[in-house]
């Protein structure tokens, strides 16, 4: 049966949905259904998401969405396809510049607006130690002391691994059941569940759907689409963790399919020069 909706971890069908100026009012509520904030956030102003470390050995960051609430509070929003090596290095290493941005010139107490960080992934990490951490879906990451106790509140990263959420329509409870449901299963719909009757996700379904794409904007989709689809395919049978030929080959396949060098390195944690020479 032909798909209604888009992908939405489809590089496009992602950033249709939630990463548009005409899409903030889908961003706000799926941020305020996720994240632990005292406040609910109002609105959003989207900003640029290249950034350039200030040396020439820092790399250039490129965020899938990164926006600022009213009160100054970043957020970074990532859509990870495929486990890589280095993933959660990776996302450390990008919640700094959110942090070193805020540094005033002159005098300055160091008094930082919040930073969060958040990974929805279409993979498992499986380095869990226990059954329960496991299968869970939504885990939150504080800097916390050998007591575990919160040291610093202002830094989180939440990783949510969608393979663990199976939860079935009758069984949705809270708002961000909802989106997890809908994130996880758009692609397959093929009229809109009665669950989803208020305006945002209206909106979210509309702006999902294929038939209202212009020429352009179909040809952009079913791009990113087949890169989504060979990428995953070549990921599943050629990505032995760990070692050098999978990584090898994975670049090697993403490089024809036109992906961009800096996307290639976030997918494989390879050296430039190493997928260069490829």
Known sequence: MKAKYVNPFTDFGFKKIFGEEASKPQLIDFLNALLPLKEKIVDLNFKNTEHLGQSD???????????????????????????????????????????????????????????????????????????PEKSEVVHTIKLKNQHGKVFYDKLTFIYIEMPNFRLKEEELRTRLDKWLYFIRHLEDFQTIPSIFSDEVFSEAF??????????????????????????????????????????????????????????????????REDIEDL
Request: hydrophobic content about 35%; overall charge negative; some cysteine.
């Open 57 to 131: 050995i820092d790399r250039k960051v490129i965020y899938d969405i990164y926006c600022e609430n009213e009160k100054g509070e970043k957020f970074i929003v990532e859509l990870q396809k495929a486990k890589q090596n280095y993933f959660k290095e990776r996302t450390i290493y990008y919640s700094t510049f959110p942090i070193r941005e805020q540094a005033e010139k002159g005098e300055w107490n160091y008094n930082l607006q919040a930073v969060y960080c958040v990974g929805i992934l279409d993979f498992t990490f499986d380095d869990y130690e226990t059954e």
């Open 206 to 271: 509309a702006k999902a759907e294929l038939a209202k794409l212009g020429t352009a904007e179909y040809a952009n989709y079913e791009h990113s689409l087949k890169i989504y689809r060979d990428l995953k395919s070549v990921i599943d049978t050629a990505f032995d963790e760990g070692k050098l030929e999978g990584k090898l080959e994975i670049a090697k396949s993403a490089k024809q399919m036109g992906l961009k060098i800096e996307d290639i390195i976030r997918l494989t944690g390879l050296r």
